[in-house]
């Protein structure tokens, strides 16, 4: 501590410096490769740090997909817990022993035994979460890149959104999620054929979920939606047909609030127009953002509220 003059404050003893910050963990500490010879410590190290034992071969693709993104997750958390890569071509008596039936299989390791373990490539989203379960997140910690790309095309960047879905689809190919959000961004770029022909190489399951379905009503409602000059034809008239194709338009163009909000406004004064055309367009719309989207819930609940 030091000292200073009680009448003017100036310093009487040069200051202490400030101590300075504990340098980032290498990578040599962090990441590790395991085998016979050391596994029996690092399961005693683990009663100091979570380990991260991560088991995979080399012939096995997806487990090249997931060790970077494991490998960069354990440098954010910067200590929190270590790396450990187990080859189990390599090492198959310790991955017998671990019961390692197929890979990737990442299992976290803390006071020598088994708390978690998950299989298979996950994407690194689902890997955060995962790991949030037992680690604070690092203050720090950058977008995800499912994140990123969902915050582009919602800025309408969806050149730099679709860049990021294709590289998560190469790294992914079985994450089918990930082909619908390319889809998506593809119908943002007025790239409606490119996006159907990629929903229709879905499974018939993934296909046909309430995602896909989604994706195919946007595009539908831009086929359906009135142009420009049908517009200005509708300039001046109020009636329930000028109404719904303004609506259309809004929807569209992604106004959705205010396509949603005409929508119902239109079923509220006239529910016979077009067989019930305001209700089915608002389900169609709730399919587009999809189940969790901030408006189809509310809207939701203003047409429950309507109905009944």
Known sequence: MSIVDPRSGAPLTPPEPAPSPAAAPSDEQLIIDVDR???QQVLEFSTQVPVLLDCWAPWCEPCKALMPILEKLTRE???????????????????????VRSVPDVKLISQGGLVDHFQGALPEKEIREWLG?????????????????????????????????????????????????????????????????????????????????????????????????????????????????????????????????????LMQADRAYGDDAARKTLLRVFDALGADHPLTVTYRRRLFTLLY
């Open 37 to 39: 010879n050391n596994i």
């Open 77 to 99: 958390y910067s200590g929190a817990f270590i790396l450990a890569k187990l080859n189990i071509e390599d090492n198959q008596d310790i991955a017998a022993q671990l019961g």
């Open 133 to 265: 379960r037992y680690f604070p997140a690092p203050e720090d910690a950058p977008a995800s890149p499912e994140e990123q790309a969902a915050e582009a095309l919602a800025q309408g960047d969806a050149e730099t959104a679709r860049t990021l879905y294709e590289e998560l689809v190469q790294q992914h190919p079985e994450h089918y999620a990930y082909q619908v959000e390319l889809a998506r961004t593809l119908v943002a770029q007025e790239r409606s054929k490119e996006a159907l022909a990629l929903l229709d190489n879905l499974p018939p399951e993934e296909r046909d979920a309430p995602p896909a379905r989604g994706v195919r009503a946007s595009v539908e409602f831009r086929e359906e939606a009135p142009t420009g000059e049908e517009l200005e034809a509708l300039a001046g008239r109020d009636d329930s047909e000028a109404q719904f194709k303004r609506a259309l338009r809004q929807v569209a163009d992604g106004q959705y609030e205010a396509g949603l909000e005409a929508l119902l406004k």
